[in-house]
């Protein structure tokens, strides 16, 4: 229950995924859920291994990953803006790099504080020591919220990747697409900043 309503709580990931799937296609939106899983299959291994105590005794990290999450939002903001074929396909490359889609989905869900807190200082918390070891229960958890936030994610790039937001390539239309991308982008790091500003 609590997994389902942190997954359906709006949040960074869900923004993105959808601004992706919306200006790219489902295809691209697929590829970015791939690197967001990776990420919170990193996430889930580093609370496995004890990461969480270290986080706990060093609140810095927190503010550097924020930091460092709306940071690199704004550079994917640019990046959009300007049209980088990194971004978006163009009349001379007409497939897009679906494996870039991926890593920046990996970037950015790694980058998302949100992501960090959950794993590291909330999952540790639902477990039961009395149960017995707590690295099983925390891995039977983590799985069910992978399970969970990838239909999601599935769910949020199915239903943005059918907006009519992919306009053909070149023009003013082409331009106004591109500053509405970034628009959102941006929307997204100044969402992160203030949700999780302390």
């Known amino acids: ?13 869900m923004a993105y995924l959808g601004l992706v799937a919306a200006r790219h296609g489902r295809v691209a939106g697929l590829a970015t859920v791939v690197g967001v899983t990776l990420g919170l299959a990193l996430y889930l291994f580093a609370t496995v291994v004890g990461l969480a105590e270290i986080a706990a005794r060093a609140p810095w990290l927190f503010d ?6 709306v940071g690199y939002l704004l550079w994917l903001a640019l990046d959009a803006w300007r049209g980088s074929p990194s971004a978006a396909p163009t009349l001379t490359d007409e497939r897009p790099h679906y494996g870039r889609f991926a ?15 959950f ?3 909330l999952l540790p918390g639902f477990t039961t020591p009395d149960a017995g070891g707590t690295t099983p229960q925390i891995l039977v958890l983590g799985a069910i919220h992978l399970a969970v936030s990838l239909v999601v994610h ?3 790039v199915a239903l943005a990747g059918s907006a009519v937001l992919s306009p053909p390539k070149g023009g003013v239309y082409e331009r106004s697409m591109r500053f509405v991308f970034a628009g959102g982008l941006i929307g997204v790091a100044a969402w992160l900043a203030w949700s999780t500003r302390g």
């Open 1 to 13: 229950m609590a997994v389902g309503l942190v997954e359906l709580t709006p949040g960074p990931n």
């Open 154 to 156: 599935l769910g949020i």
């Open 103 to 117: 890593v920046r989905g990996f970037l950015a869900n790694v980058l998302n504080p949100k992501a960090a807190v």
């Open 119 to 121: 794993y590291l200082a």
């Open 64 to 69: 550097a990953l924020r930091v460092a999450g």
